[in-house]
C-alpha cells in the first residue's frame, strides 16, 4: 500500500496521521480516527508490510476502522492505477480506448485497452488491442491474443515500467498465465500470447 496515497487517503477522511520510518520500513500511525475514544496517546490504526492493524484495547469499532481506511485507499488505488497504466503505454505510443461495454461489478471496476499498430511491412494484423482490467483493490489484469514482435518489444518496455512504479515483478504462473494459441494465429512466426496480472503495490 502505497504510504503517498495512504496519506491522501487518511487526509480525504480528516483523520491525522503521522508517517514513521521503522527498520527500514515506512509506518504509517493514525492517532485520530473521529473514533470517539481516548487513546491515551496511543494509535487507532497502523499500516505496515501492506497489514493494517487496529488498536484492539481501546476502540471496539477498530475493524471497521481499518475497513474505511482500506476502502479510501483502494478507491485512490484504482485511479492511479489506470493513471500508470495509461501513461506509461501512451509513452510507447499506444492510444487509449474505452471498453463501453464493459459494466463494473464487485471485483472488477474498470476496463480499458491500449491499442497499437505494428510497422512491420510482411505483418498481416497489425491493429493489436491490449484489454486491462483493473480490480476493486486497485491490482492490474492485462489480456491480449497476437501481438506482432514490434509492438509486442514496446508493450514489454510499458510493462516494465509500470512494475517499476509499482514496485512488482510479474512472474510465470503467478502474474503471467499463459493461454492455447487460437488456431488462425499457429502459423504465425512471432506468436506469444499471454495474461499478465500486476498485482497492486
Not at 509506518?27 to 481516548?38: P, R
Request: hydrophobic share 40%.
Amino acid at each position: 500500500m502505497r504510504s503517498d496515497l495512504l496519506k491522501v487517503a487518511c487526509t480525504q477522511l480528516g483523520w491525522r496521521f503521522e508517517v514513521k520510518i521503522e527498520s527500514s520500513e515506512t509506518v504509517l500511525y493514525v492517532y485520530d480516527a473521529k473514533q470517539n475514544v481516548h487513546l491515551h496517546g496511543e494509535y487507532a490504526l497502523k499500516v505496515a508490510n501492506n497489514i493494517v492493524t487496529y488498536n484492539r484495547y481501546f476502540l471496539k469499532n477498530g475493524l471497521e476502522l481499518a475497513k474505511i481506511l482500506e476502502n479510501q485507499f483502494y478507491e485512490l488505488n484504482i485511479a492511479y492505477s489506470v493513471q500508470t497504466v495509461v501513461h506509461e503505454f501512451e509513452a510507447m505510443g499506444f492510444k487509449y480506448m474505452p471498453d463501453l461495454s464493459f459494466v463494473a461489478n464487485e471485483i472488477e471496476k474498470k476496463r480499458f485497452k491500449m491499442v497499437a499498430h505494428s510497422k512491420i511491412a510482411a505483418e498481416t494484423e497489425k491493429r493489436t488491442e491490449i484489454t486491462f482490467t483493473v480490480l476493486h483493490d486497485g491490482t492490474v489484469v492485462s489480456d491480449s491474443n497476437y501481438i506482432p514482435e514490434d509492438v509486442h518489444h514496446l508493450a514489454d518496455k510499458a510493462m516494465a515500467a509500470i512494475d517499476a512504479t509499482f514496485g512488482t515483478s510479474r512472474k510465470e504462473g503467478t502474474h503471467i498465465r499463459r493461454k492455447a494459441i487460437p488456431a488462425k494465429y499457429k502459423t504465425k512466426t512471432y506468436c506469444k500470447p499471454d495474461q499478465k496480472i500486476i498485482s497492486k503495490r
